[in-house]
C-alpha cells in the first residue's frame, strides 16, 4: 500500500459530518498550516535566487525534507538511494565493508554495535566509540552517508580507522580489511549439556535460523540437554516479524508483543502458535545496554510468560516500531508508526527491559568506565508515557552491586573471559531437573524355556 494511500484510509471524509464544529476548527487549521507552507515556500525561493553558491532544486527540497523528518524522533528518516540500499542489504544479509552499525552524534560518528565474525569485530572495536578519521582524513562534522560510503568498498582493500574511546587516554587505530559480510544472525554451540545460542541480528533469517538451532542442539546432545541461553547482548534489533518468529520458537503460546498506533484503539496484537520447540527446558536470555528494539520484544516476551529468566544489564529502550514506505524505486520513507508493548503491557521506550537477575560484565574492566548510552540519552526521543512508575530505574548504572566484588584479573586467571556467560551457564545448570536414577529390576536374568 502506497503512503498516500494509507493517509486516505486514517483521514476519512464522513469526520466532516460526524463531528460537530470540525469544519470550523479544520477550517482554522488549515488556514494555519497554509501560513506556514508559504513561509516554507518563501525561504526556498530566496535560497535558490540569493544565497552565495548555487544550489540545485532537488538538495533544497530533500534538505526540507530531512529537517522535516529530523525534528521528529532519531528513528525517522528519508532514505535516499545509498540509505535505502543498505537498509535492504542490512535485512537480507549481505554487504561489502567492515561489519560496523553507526549513527551521527552531535556531528560525530558513533559505533551502536560490531557485527560478530566480522573485521569490526575480529579487531576489537565497541560499542559506544566514536571514530574520527578515516584514512587519516577528519570527519567529524561531515555527513554519515560520506562516511559509511569511505568505509565500505572492495573486498581485500584496508581502511586506517581512527577511535576516540571513553576510559582510553589517547585515540586507538585500527586497520581492517573489507570483506564480503555475510550476516549469520544466529550461532549456536553446546556448552557441555547446555545449548547457546547467538542471535546477533533481526534479518530475514534470524526466526528460521533459531528454530534450526534448537533442533541441532537436540540433535547432538539428545535427550540430555539441560537448558538454553540465548545470547542477545548488543543486538541492534531489526525486522519484528522476525522477532515474534523467534519468541515462537521458545512459547507454548500467547502474545508476544502488540503495536499501539496513534489513534487508541488502533492495537495490532500478535501471539505465538501452539507448540514449545525447547520442550519446557530452563532458558535464560542475557542482555545488555546494547540490546536494543526487536531483541528487547523476544526479552520482555520470555520474561512476561515465566518461560525465560533475563540476565545482565537494562537493555536500551527502544520501544517504537518504524514501517518503510518505498517513494520511488530507489527512495523510501522510514517513519514511526507505532510504541510496541510487552505481554503484560509494559512499554520499553526508554526504560528498557530490567534483569531478572543483574549481572555486571566484570571481566571487561572498560565496561565500568565507559557511561552506557541508551534510547533516554537520544536527542527527541519518544517519551514512554507510562514512565512514572519506573523512573527508579534509569539511574541506577552506577551503583555497585556488592554481590559482584570479584575482579576482572581474578577471573581472567581462572579462565573466565565472559563473566556474564559463564554466570548464565551455571545457573542454567542449577536450574535443570536431576536426570532420573536408573531402575534396575531385582532378579532379573536371563530367560529360561521349559513349561512347569
Do not use: C
Not at 546432545?221 to 515462537?248: F, H, Q
Not at 500467547?254 to 496484537?269: M, Y
Request: charged content about 25%; glycine content about 10%.
Amino acid at each position: 500500500m502506497s503512503l498516500s494511500n494509507s493517509w486516505k484510509i486514517a483521514l476519512p471524509v464522513a469526520a466532516l459530518i460526524l463531528v460537530p464544529g470540525y469544519a470550523a476548527v479544520q477550517a482554522a487549521a488549515e488556514t494555519d498550516t497554509y501560513k506556514e507552507l508559504d513561509a516554507l515556500m518563501d525561504v526556498f525561493e530566496r535560497v535558490r535566487v540569493i544565497y552565495v553558491d548555487k544550489v540545485d532544486d532537488k538538495t533544497l527540497i530533500r534538505g526540507a525534507i530531512t529537517g522535516m523528518l529530523a525534528s521528529l524522533d532519531p528513528h525517522s528518516a528519508y532514505l535516499d538511494g545509498r540509505d535505502y540500499a543498505n537498509l535492504k542489504q542490512t535485512t537480507d544479509g549481505e554487504y561489502t565493508g567492515l561489519g560496523l552499525t553507526v549513527t551521527s552524534e552531535d556531528g560525530a560518528v558513533k559505533v551502536v554495535t560490531p557485527t560478530d565474525d566480522t573485521p569490526a569485530a575480529r579487531a576489537g572495536m565497541k560499542a559506544g566509540d566514536y571514530i574520527t578519521h578515516l584514512d587519516d582524513e577528519l570527519i567529524y562534522g561531515g555527513s554519515l552517508n560520506d562516511a559509511v560510503d569511505k568505509m565500505r568498498g572492495l573486498a581485500g582493500t584496508k581502511i586506517k580507522l581512527t577511535v576516540v574511546r571513553q576510559g582510553e587516554t589517547k585515540p586507538l587505530e585500527f586497520t581492517l580489511t573489507r570483506e564480503v559480510v555475510v550476516i549469520r544472525p544466529v550461532k549456536w554451540e553446546t556448552r557441555g549439556s547446555v545449548g547457546l545460542i547467538r542471535i546477533s541480528t533481526f534479518n530475514s533469517k534470524t526466526g528460521d535460523s533459531t528454530r534450526a538451532a534448537v533442533d541441532g542442539i537436540k540433535a547432538k546432545l539428545g535427550g540430555d540437554v539441560a537448558g538454553y541461553v540465548i545470547d542477545l547482548r548488543s543486538n541492534p534489533g531489526g525486522l519484528l516479524d522476525e522477532a515474534i518468529k523467534v519468541s515462537d520458537v521458545f512459547l507454548e503460546g500467547g502474545e508476544v508483543v502488540s503495536e499501539r498506533r496513534r489513534a487508541k484503539n488502533d492495537v495490532d496484537h500478535h501471539y505465538a502458535k501452539p507448540g514449545d520447540v525447547t520442550d519446557g527446558k530452563p532458558v535464560l536470555v542475557l542482555v545488555d545496554e546494547g540490546t536494543a528494539s526487536a531483541a528487547e520484544i523476544v526479552a520482555g516476551a520470555l520474561q512476561d510468560h515465566r518461560r525465560a529468566l533475563v540476565l545482565g544489564q537494562r537493555s536500551f529502550g527502544k520501544g517504537s516500531v518504524q514501517t518503510v514506505y518505498p517513494l520511488s524505486g530507489d527512495t523510501a520513507l522510514r517513519l514511526t508508526t507505532a510504541r510496541y508493548f510487552t505481554p503484560s503491557g509494559r512499554s520499553v521506550q526508554e526504560n528498557g527491559i530490567e534483569p531478572d537477575i543483574q549481572v555486571p560484565q566484570l571481566s571487561d574492566p572498560r565496561v565500568a568506565d565507559r557511561k552506557p548510552i541508551r534510547e533516554a540519552d537520544l536527542k527527541k526521543h519518544l517519551i514512554n508515557e507510562l514512565k512514572d512508575s519506573t523512573d527508579k530505574l534509569v539511574e541506577q548504572d552506577a551503583i555497585p552491586d556488592p554481590r559482584f566484588v570479584v575482579k576482572s584479573d581474578e577471573l581472567k586467571a581462572r579462565g573466565v573471559l565472559d563473566y556474564q556467560l559463564d554466570y548464565a551457564l551455571k545457573l542454567v545448570g542449577r536450574l535443570a531437573p536431576p536426570a532420573a536414577p536408573a531402575v534396575q529390576v531385582a532378579g532379573a536374568g536371563p530367560a529360561r524355556g521349559g513349561s512347569r
